[in-house]
């Protein structure tokens, strides 16, 4: 099974401010079949990013992925009060998994 | 936009069957490009993918928990099912059914990412 580990655990930002995330697999991840998503309180995880770098149907363009192999990133751009959630990244080159989560408060 | 809807008890004893049934609205479930599955979210493991089911019926299953599971899809009622047999409390989670994304290699296909969520349902296991 391929372990996905996020970090930083939580991140304390200020609107405006670049938000940087990351995601490490334990095995390289074929094809780059890596997923990022986004949760708030009381809601279903909505889908970001996938192919590592892909912008899913209506995601802004301030959210972009990168990264290939075992190391992989989510990148916001500038910080929206509505952009503080937690945020997963999941695999699926091998069965489907997923990271832990980074959460992104307001600091 | 389609819709997915989960249905079921929210409380279910331990050793007994988990079973929930995921709604399909303002779409087709027969849709040959798709893969409708369950994943769960629990405080002490996170999101886990349970596993998918095609329109044919062919199942996926996660393998931690293949002994267990049981998916299927009833294409004319436009719906799909989860099983999850001999329930413990770590059993005990939101449980989301998902329409997926799919890849064919060169001798299979899988599942992939979920792009559309069902609102979620809890379910707790307690006598």
């Known amino acids: 099974e391929i372990v996905l580990t996020q970090s930083p655990g939580t991140l304390s930002l200020s609107p405006g401010e670049r938000a940087t995330l990351s995601c490490r697999a334990s095995?390289?991840?074929?094809?780059?079949?890596l997923a990022w998503y986004q949760q708030k309180p009381g809601q279903a995880p909505r889908l970001l990013i996938y192919g590592a770098s892909s912008r899913a149907s209506g995601i802004p363009d301030r959210f972009s992925g990168s990264g290939s192999g075992t190391d992989f990133t989510l990148t916001v751009s500038r910080l929206e009060p509505e952009d503080f959630a937690v945020y997963y990244c999941q695999q699926y080159g091998s069965s489907l998994t997923f990271g832990g989560g980074t959460k992104v408060e307001i600091k | 936009q389609l819709q997915l809807q989960e249905s079921g008890p929210g409380l279910v004893k331990p050793s007994e069957t988990l079973a929930l049934t995921c709604t399909v609205s303002?779409?087709?479930?027969?849709?040959?490009?798709?893969?409708w599955g369950w994943i769960r979210q629990s405080p002490g493991k996170g999101l886990e993918w349970i596993g998918s089911?095609?329109?044919?019926?062919?199942?996926y299953y996660n393998p931690s928990l293949k002994s267990r599971v049981t998916i299927s899809v009833d294409t004319s009622k436009s719906h799909f099912s989860l099983e999850l047999t001999s329930v413990t409390a770590s059993d005990t989670a939101v449980y989301y059914c998902?329409?997926?994304?799919?890849?064919?290699?060169?001798?299979?296909?899988?599942?992939?990412?979920?792009?559309?969520w069902g609102k979620g349902t809890t379910v707790t296991v307690s006598s």
């Open positions: 095995q390289s991840i074929s094809s780059n079949f």
């Open positions: 303002r779409g087709s479930i027969r849709n040959n490009n798709y893969y």
């Open positions: 998902g329409r997926q994304g799919g890849y064919c290699g060169s001798s299979s296909c899988s599942p992939t990412v979920i792009d559309v």
């Open positions: 089911v095609y329109y044919s019926g062919t199942p």
